[in-house]
């Protein structure tokens, strides 16, 4: 093998950042629903703990072998709403306390499945978890949740809307960390990987890997070396990045998978960031000639970004899953909280730039005054823009209970911090309290 | 297992002896070996053989990573599959 090549994997992990983000376990925990609550919860965390007891130590022992940093084990479940929704419990608390205990057992970093699939209507389980949320996240650490609110085959389910805006509103007057492990989502995916909004859908195996792999270091690293070159070159540059750092994740993901006797399921090929100096996707699209992010041309560096980490990817493993993109958290890149801070980038930029990006709305933090209505109506574009564009989007805004606009909040570890926002003034109440379901668009209906 | 070991840092006497000797006793087989100065630095990447029995990996991954803060290198092993999955098709 070429000296070359060695060293350039050296320099990227040592530094540049690349790093394996997460193994993610996928649990079905459809054989554990029983009418007697407290069984349930038996059999769920035995589940769990016996499935997932290894998952930790082999990530620790991959990451020695091979001297590749795995930041986060995790482990997703099946919705919780679906689960539960056999028992007669007027609230979800038990489970979701079974899951972070559980979790604890493990000694994973998250485990993601608090969540109700609602895009068409509820079921009985899905309304009672939405109003258990708040103080499900307020009393568990570890536990995410997320709620599906719309997809391009159903439409958008605005009863579902208005009440998420309230829970979110709910939610950060009992903890401000709260928010930051719920994602609502329009097209939410099966086998994500990632946190908040990941869970195990229920077409999924009983367990099953995935992987998520970043690198926004990287992709910035090469950029620097075609410096002033057209566009093309760009593409082709982030292409061949990818390929390399998906292929990381598709040789990590097969070698848990092997050691833990679990099936292998997808790699998300995503640039997730980190508020760590030079792991950032604001500096990639920095690097490709802005002088700040969210200046004018910020929606085309990234739609070009996002769609060659794809192409370069897709070849590199198996099978390609998850989101799959650029995130562009604020709270967790450097790069987007200097942009905030200078006031180049705002929540409309942001908007726009999730038309074209992995995810959407991401670690937003608003005022904690923010009416419900206008939260519920940031959901209901977000939600907009992903069932028009057949893609996912999700929202995770923040509310920060007293503070406001030129004010700051810290989350901690790779959350970061983020300064407050400021969101528009005129309100949105009237449309919001309409409720109903906003019907699928026209492009849905493809049989 | 067949790893690859890199040590990269400011030339100077003893570096291949300290890396060598530590092998040797550990019964680590050298069975490639380059060197050049690149950018300034001391560059040198071994291909080796670790034994299955004998010294866990991780251990083996420490102590060399304790030998180059003395010998004022770095110097890293890796299972030799990450490369290659990495570089090749």
Excluded: W
């Excluded at chain 1, 090929?269 to 690097?287: F, K, M, R």
Aim: some cysteine.
């Amino acid at each position: 093998m070429e000296s070359e090549k060695i060293l350039e994997t050296v320099r990227m992990i040592a530094d540049e950042n690349l790093d394996v983000r997460t193994i993610t376990m996928g649990i079905s925990l459809l054989d554990c629903i029983d009418s007697d609550s407290t069984r349930a919860c038996q059999k769920i965390y035995e589940k769990i703990t016996t499935k997932a007891k290894n998952l930790v130590k082999v990530g620790e022992q991959i990451q020695e072998e091979y001297g590749i940093p795995i930041i986060n084990k995790r482990v997703t479940v099946t919705p919780i709403s679906l689960i539960a929704a056999a028992s007669s419990d007027q609230d979800y608390l038990k489970y979701a306390k079974t899951l972070d205990k559980a979790a604890k057992a493990c000694g994973i970093n998250f485990i993601g499945g608090f969540s109700a699939l609602v895009q068409n209507g509820y079921q009985k389980g899905d309304r009672i978890l939405i109003k258990s949320l708040p103080q499900a996240l307020a009393q568990t650490n570890l536990v995410c949740a997320s709620v599906n609110v719309g997809s391009t085959k159903s439409g958008i389910n605005m009863d579902a809307v208005k009440e998420m805006g309230q829970v979110v509103k709910d939610a950060s007057k009992l903890d401000v960390m709260t928010n930051a492990k719920m994602v609502i989502f329009c097209n939410a995916v099966e086998d994500n990987p990632f946190m908040a909004g990941g869970f195990c859908g229920v077409s999924e195996p009983d367990t099953v890997i995935n992987v998520g792999v970043s690198g926004p270091g990287v992709v910035k690293a090469a950029l620097e070396k075609v410096k002033g070159q057209s566009m093309d070159v760009v593409a082709e540059t982030i292409k061949k990045t990818a390929f390399k750092v998906t292929r990381m994740g598709q040789m990590v993901g097969s070698i848990a998978s092997k050691r833990l006797g679990v099936p292998f399921g997808i790699v998300d090929l995503s640039l997730a960031p980190t508020p760590a100096v030079g792991d950032s996707v604001a500096q990639i699209l920095e690097e490709i000639g802005l002088e700040q992010v969210g200046t004018h041309g910020t929606t085309a560096a990234l739609a070009m970004l996002n769609d060659a980490v794809k192409k370069g990817g897709i070849m590199a493993c198996s099978h390609v899953g998850g989101l799959s993109g650029a995130f562009i958290p604020v709270s967790e890149d450097a790069g987007m909280i200097d942009a905030v801070e200078a006031g180049t980038l705002n929540l409309s930029k942001l908007e726009a730039m999730t038309a074209v990006c992995s995810v959407g709305l991401d670690m937003i933090a608003i005022p904690g005054d923010t009416p419900a209505a206008t939260i519920s109506a940031m959901i209901a574009d977000e939600a907009a823009i992903g069932m028009i564009n057949n893609k996912t989007t999700a929202v995770r805004v923040i509310p920060v209970p007293g503070k406001d606009v030129g004010d700051h909040v810290e989350f901690g570890g790779l959350l970061g911090h983020a300064p407050i926002m400021p969101v528009n003034q005129a309100s949105s109440a009237a449309m919001i309290q309409r409720g109903g379901i906003i019907p699928a668009p026209i492009h849905s209906f493809k049989n | 297992m067949k790893a690859v070991l890199t040590t990269v840092g400011q030339d100077q006497v003893g570096i291949i002896a300290g890396v060598s000797q530590y092998l040797a006793e550990n019964k680590v087989n050298i069975l490639d070996l380059s060197q050049t100065i690149m950018d300034g630095y001391f560059t040198m990447m071994m291909m080796v053989e670790v034994p299955d029995e004998g010294k866990e990996f991780s251990q083996i991954a420490q102590d060399l990573t304790a030998l180059g803060t003395k010998l004022g290198v770095e110097i890293r092993i890796r299972n030799a599959e990450i490369y290659q999955a990495m570089h090749q098709l």
